[in-house]
């Protein structure tokens, strides 16, 4: 998967729990450079209306997330699987907030890339905790 060789870690995982381990700190990776290409975005748009309005409410639902993708860890780690991907599907969803957000709102498509990398990067993650319950 492509995803899971962005780290070194997933080679060496045995189980499908070390490997949804790697894949929970990979997908919180992709949500904290989400959050700061969006906000390095923002304040290159901040006067292009209404882009920069649009990519600061991008800027809210990562900042948000980033607190549920902690919460989805600690969790993980004390063996609340539910919980953990409940947690993560938060990613998901501020990846498909933030798309439909610009998408509707500007004809620039600024963070399809970020959008499309948390997205991708937490659904495997959610998909192999999900095989832990």
């Known amino acids: 998967m ?13 189980t499908v729990r070390e490997l949804a381990d790697v894949a929970l700190d990979i997908a919180a990776a992709a949500v904290k450079d989400g959050s700061a290409s969006i906000n390095d975005k923002h304040q290159r748009y901040a006067k292009a209306e209404p882009l920069g309005t ?3 409410g991008c800027t809210w639902i990562y900042d948000r997330t980033a607190a549920d993708v902690a919460a989805a860890a600690v969790a993980f780690r004390s063996g609340d699987y539910r919980g953990a991907a409940r947690q993560q599907m938060a990613a998901h969803y501020a990846g498909v907030m933030c798309d439909e ?4 709102g500007s004809k620039k498509r600024v963070v399809a890339d970020e959008d499309s990398k948390t997205i991708q990067r937490s659904d495997v993650a959610v998909d192999l905790i999900q095989l832990l319950y």
């Not at 492509?2 to 045995?14: C, H, N």
């Open 2 to 14: 492509k995803t899971l060789a962005t780290d070194p870690r997933s080679a060496k995982a045995t």
């Open 54 to 56: 649009l990519l600061l």
């Open 101 to 104: 957000l610009i998408s509707h």
